[in-house]
Each structure stands twice: as C-alpha cells, then as structure tokens.
C-alpha cells in the first residue's frame, strides 16, 4: 500500500509540474510579445529641430526626422498631426526611400523630394490600415529622393503640392 501512494503522490508532483511549465511558458510568451511590440513601450522622447517648408499655397512647420532612430520613430503613435505641421525625413543619400505606416493612427499624406528640393513623387491620404495588409504596404518613390515629408492627409491639395513643385527650407539652423 505504501508503493501505490507513492506512486499516486510522484503522478500528482509530475501533473503539478507540468502544469506550472505551461503557465511559465505562456507567460514568458507574453511577456515576449509585449517586449516586441513597439506601440506597447514608451514613445522615445526625442527632442526635434524644426524648420519652415515653403510650398506653392503656403506654410508648414515640420519637425526634422534627421537620426535613424527619429525616422525609425516617425510620426508613430501619436494621435493626430495638426494642419500646418508636419515631419521632415532627412536621409544621407538620395536613394528610392521606403516609408509605411507601423503604429499610425491616422491617414497621412507623404511628399517625396530630391537633393534639389523638387517634389518627385507624392502619395495622398495614405491610410494606417496599409500596415494591416499582410505583407505591409509600402511606400516609395519610383526615383531617388533625399527627404520625406509626412503631413495631414489633404494638405498635398490644401498646400498646392505638385509633381516637379520646388519647397524651401533650411536645415543650416
């Protein structure tokens, strides 16, 4: 009698263990997912410089996205963009830069530009949910670019932004 409790007693010790590893596994997995997630941590406080664009009707005030780190962070997570403001991506070369919409909250306009300032392509009202597509939609201009602009959706209309328009600004401050 005494082997059978035994028995019953290390069956009942093993299930209990086995139990537990479950929970620490799907805990760990959680933990790992959030740990993964960039909207889930804290927004990097980084501190912006702004410039002035010019464009054919008008103004913008765009923080400059000029660190990989600032235009890996982009507008993401923030909930709204205010018409007149915007953000300027500044890349080393010009290159066909890529752009989408991770951890967005609302539709942006995107204003492609080469070294010269002169807008070679533009994408209107881009929606968040194209980073719900599975793969992602990305963005990107068929030709080389060395900056971005992100802006409310409808300021390309709004601001008179057209194909071969030259903006100003200044990044010298």
């Known amino acids: 009698m ?9 069956f009942l010790i093993l299930v209990i ?25 804290p927004t990097p406080n980084f501190s912006y ?5 010019s464009t054919p009707n008008g103004a ?18 923030r909930t709204s963009l205010p018409i007149g403001t915007g953000m300027l991506f500044v890349f ?5 830069e890529y752009m989408w919409m991770k951890d967005m909250n609302f539709a ?13 392509y533009a994408v ?14 990305i963005f990107f201009s068929p030709t080389n670019a060395l900056y971005v602009i992100e802006l409310p ?7 008179g932004i057209t194909l071969g328009a030259k903006l100003n600004f200044d990044l010298t401050k």
């Open 2 to 10: 005494g082997n059978k409790f035994s028995e019953k007693k290390l």
């Open 17 to 41: 263990l086995v139990v537990l590893l479950g929970i620490v596994s799907a805990l760990e997995k959680v933990s790992a997912t959030k740990s993964e997630t960039p909207s889930s941590s």
């Open 49 to 53: 410089a702004t410039t002035t664009i």
């Open 60 to 77: 913008i005030v765009a923080q400059i996205a000029d660190t990989p780190d600032k235009a890996t962070q982009g507008l993401s997570d």
């Open 92 to 96: 080393s070369a010009p290159a066909p």
């Open 108 to 120: 942006l306009d995107m204003v492609w530009l080469d070294q010269n300032k002169t807008v070679v």
């Open 124 to 137: 209107p009202n881009i929606s968040p949910d194209t980073y719900k597509r599975n793969p992602p939609e």
């Open 153 to 159: 959706a409808g300021d390309i209309s709004r601001l």
